[in-house]
């Protein structure tokens, strides 16, 4: 499956949350992150993730889709990360 995964959390824990998503995506910008995972990663990330998390003032969504080719990615301005560097 296809994610973009998107985190709003306190300063305090945006280090701990920017290393979580690296380990199972790729960096785009800042809190947005993207990539193929399997349905048993994800799961292991969203809880991870609520184990970093303060529920009552952090976020994370996670849109997903079969195939990353169903999105259509339109950038305005500038690209922080681009894929299209990988092999």
């Known amino acids: 499956m296809y994610v973009i995964a998107v985190y709003d959390v306190n300063e305090k824990r945006v280090g701990k949350m920017l290393k979580l998503c690296r380990r199972y995506l790729h960096w785009v910008q800042n809190s947005v992150f993207e ?36 999105l259509e990615k339109n950038i305005l301005g500038l690209e922080k990360n681009s894929l299209d560097k990988f092999l």
């Open 35 to 70: 990539g193929e995972i399997t349905e048993v990663k994800l799961r292991e990330l969203s809880q991870k993730a609520l184990d970093i998390m303060n529920p009552a003032e952090d976020s994370l969504i996670i849109f997903s889709s079969r195939e990353a080719r169903r």
